[in-house]
């Protein structure tokens, strides 16, 4: 998502962790985690969602990080917690239901509360989570809050939340994740100022193994 909307050319190769792809040496001398995302980029290999976030917007486009040093500490506030209380809430959650993952699904239900509640009375006076303008911060974080309703948590509690899901939608060169098809478009106060362009015009060959 993050690539399209850079406006860049990437290839994408899907890894198959139901059939283990991902322990295969191939992949595992691209990640000794035998985990996914990876990004080929070039010489360069990057691993883990957020490290790939700040790779591509540091190399292709710098609007994407705050300006400040306090933004930019608060970008990682956010960074870290999708990568943590969201992956560990939200994520798990979507898991049982669509994959039956065992998992204790009242307590992942209950954290993913929490992480909707945290986000939504930070958005409730803002646009964008850091220094009002879309980052890296808000693309870490959207994926897994907007698929909420694959792990049957409901968003209607959350006005501030959808609003800034359907923010991220309006952002030039966004494509539509699997499973997001339909969903929140009912929700329409999105202010015409934000649809600005935001890619780079920057074209580069890459690759990426697994989502980005």
């Not at 190399?59 to 990080?65: A, D, K, M, S, V």
């Not at 509690?157 to 494509?175: F, T």
Request: net charge negative.
């Amino acid at each position: 998502m993050f690539l399209s909307m850079l406006g860049m050319d990437y290839e994408k190769r899907e890894v198959d962790l139901l059939a283990a792809e991902q322990l295969a040496p191939s992949f595992e001398s691209l990640n000794p985690l035998r985990q996914v995302p990876v990004l080929v980029d070039g010489d360069t290999v990057m691993r883990d969602s957020q490290a790939i976030l700040v790779y591509l917007a540091g190399t292709y486009g710098r609007q994407w990080l705050p300006a400040s040093p306090e933004g930019l500490g608060h970008a990682a506030e956010w960074l870290a917690f999708a990568g943590k209380e969201i992956a560990s809430s939200l994520q798990p959650a979507r898991l049982y239901h669509l994959t039956g993952e065992k998992i204790d699904i009242e307590t992942a239900a209950r954290a993913s509360e929490r992480v909707l509640f945290i986000l939504e009375v930070h958005l409730q006076n803002r646009l964008w989570l850091v220094e009002g303008l879309p980052s890296v911060a808000d693309i870490a974080c959207f994926p897994y809050v907007a698929l909420s309703h694959e792990a049957r948590i409901s968003l209607s509690a959350y006005p501030a939340v959808r609003a800034w899901i359907n923010r991220i939608r309006a952002l030039a060169g966004y494509i539509e994740m699997p499973g997001l098809e339909g969903q929140l478009n009912c929700h329409s106060d999105i202010p015409t100022d934000y649809h600005s362009c935001r890619q780079t015009g920057w074209r580069s060959p890459g690759r990426c193994c697994g989502q980005a």
